[in-house]
């Protein structure tokens, strides 16, 4: 594995997912200079990559309402959960990245689409699913617009 290639998480290409389809959180290097927690490094895997034995984020394929298909990617969940504030999903452009999950952070809407190249009704609902072979079932969902919480902190809401 190359050592020597580090990344933030929200700077990685289509490039460097066709590369390297899976990414490990390089925790232990988080006080190293220019490394923080959105540090991530190529991660090697044999048959298939389990999500215990770290922090991941790995390729996926995105498919937008008007059938067409990006790139981009995921967290794996150790527990296979579906809760998207732990998956993530991201789609990675030549542009830039589009997060849908942005906590309490409302959307950049205009950016959004600029960066996707699309209006809203030909973006929604998005599906997506993991496209590294993973112990445990394929990370999948469904996104019916971007997601951010309200001031209570329970109650999500969707924008598009």
């Known amino acids: 594995m190359p050592k020597k290639i580090r990344k933030q998480c929200y700077e990685l290409t289509p490039s460097d997912l066709s590369s390297w389809p899976a990414w490990e959180f390089a925790r232990d290097e988080e ?10 490094r190529p991660y090697a895997f044999s048959d298939a990559l389990d999500p215990a034995d770290g922090m991941f984020i790995v390729a ?3 498919w937008l309402a008007d059938g067409t298909t990006e790139h981009g990617f995921v967290t794996p969940a150790p527990s296979g959960t579906d809760n998207l ?4 999903p991201q789609i990675v452009t ?5 997060g849908f999950w942005l906590g309490r952070c409302p959307p950049d809407t205009k950016r959004a689409y600029e960066t996707l190249g699309r209006e809203a009704p030909s973006v929604f609902p998005i599906r997506f699913e993991s496209t590294v072979p993973l112990i445990g079932p394929k990370v999948t969902g469904t996104l019916l617009g971007f997601l951010c919480l309200e001031s209570d902190f329970k109650t999500v809401r969707t924008i598009q």
């Open 31 to 40: 006080g190293e200079s220019g490394q923080d927690e959105a540090t991530v």
């Open 85 to 88: 504030g732990t998956i993530q």
């Open 94 to 98: 030549e542009k830039g990245q589009v």
């Open 60 to 62: 996926a394929t995105f």
